[in-house]
Structure formats: structure tokens, C-alpha cells
Nanobody, 119 residues
């Protein structure tokens, strides 16, 4: 059974940082790509980042490139999203997902964690 559990969201001021965590388990050997997407009220889902747990390659949406960093700890089955220089427009519910939500419609995701950036 695929399980994805996010944590680490919260309230932060503009310019601040947060680190989101995703505990990922239940995947087959081939399902090695984990990603993050976000959804703000009234807006479409936006894929923002993904990582290959096999070779560490990463992808970022232009909206977060240079500010967010995705990483993985395979031994702990964890994927992280370090978010720096946060902006009000980063306010959303953040979800980790199986596969890369930048490029595909993902089939599995977690319950989400709220990130609110106050100005």
C-alpha cells in the first residue's frame, strides 16, 4: 500500500523558511520518483518539484527555482522540501506525491500540509 505523509507546514513571515517532510512507503522498486505539488484556494494544482530517489536528479517549476530545494534520504524513506525566501504567493496546501507532478497527473498523494506566508 502506497503511503505518503507530509509534515512541517506552518505560518511564516515573508522571506522566511520552512522545511516540509514526506514519509514515503509502500512503493515498488520502479516507483522511485517523488514530487511535491501545491494548491491554493481557488487556484489550480501546481506541480513544483520532484526527485529521483535512484540517482538524485531533481526538477523544479520556474516559480520556485532557486528558492526551494528537494532532497531525499532513502534509508529513512523520507523526501524533504526546503523552502527559502518565501512569498505570500507560496501560501497553499502542499502535497507530496508519487511521480513528478510537474509533468504528469499523479495518482497517489498525501493528506497535505498547510503553508501560510504572511506579509
Amino acid at each position: 500500500e502506497v503511503q505518503l505523509v507530509e509534515s512541517g507546514g506552518g505560518l511564516v513571515q515573508v522571506g522566511g523558511s520552512l522545511r516540509l517532510s514526506c514519509a514515503a512507503s509502500g512503493f515498488t522498486v520502479d516507483a522511485n520518483i517523488i514530487g511535491w505539488f501545491r494548491q491554493a484556494p481557488g487556484k489550480e494544482r501546481e506541480g513544483i518539484s520532484c526527485i529521483s530517489r535512484r540517482d538524485g536528479s531533481t526538477e523544479y517549476a520556474d516559480s520556485v527555482k532557486g528558492r526551494f530545494t528537494i532532497s531525499s534520504d532513502n534509508a529513512k524513506k523520507m523526501v524533504y522540501l526546503q523552502m527559502n525566501s518565501l512569498k505570500p504567493e507560496d501560501t497553499a496546501v502542499y502535497y507530496c506525491a508519487a511521480d513528478c507532478p510537474i509533468y504528469v497527473v499523479v495518482m497517489y498523494w498525501g493528506q497535505g500540509t498547510q503553508v501560510t506566508v504572511s506579509s
